[in-house]
């Protein structure tokens, strides 16, 4: 069984700067890709930024330039680096991890971008 916890969510003003991370433990073989997805209020869930096991990332234009996704494979960590915040970042911020034919999701974490 394969579990995702991220952390580092909370509240920051505009122009502000948040890191996530989202630390996978159990037994994980053959990861193909990880990523981060978030979910605005009423909105589906849209993909943030993806990292292949070779370290091909890929963002969508929203926030190219924004966000930076990174891994630690000793720690089984993934991470998302997000600067220069707008409120319409606000959204549940899910992790994302594709082993085989399996995807796995952790529980989300709240991200609110408020003056």
């Known amino acids: 069984q394969v579990q995702l916890v991220e952390s580092g969510g909370g509240l920051v003003q505009p122009g502000g700067s948040l890191r996530l991370s989202c630390a996978a433990s159990g037994s994980i073989f053959n990861i193909y890709l990880m990523g981060w997805f978030r979910q605005p209020p009423g909105k589906e869930r849209e993909l943030v930024a993806a990292?292949?096991?070779?370290?091909?990332?890929n963002y969508p234009d929203s926030v190219k330039g924004r966000f930076t996704i990174s891994k630690d494979n000793a720690k089984n960590t993934l991470y998302l680096q997000m600067n220069s915040l707008k409120p319409e970042d606000t959204a549940v911020y899910y992790c994302?991890?594709?082993?085989?034919?399996?995807?796995?999701w952790g529980q989300g974490t709240q991200v609110t971008v408020s003056s």
């Open positions: 990292i292949t096991s070779g370290g091909v990332t």
């Open positions: 994302q991890l594709v082993a085989g034919p399996r995807i796995y």
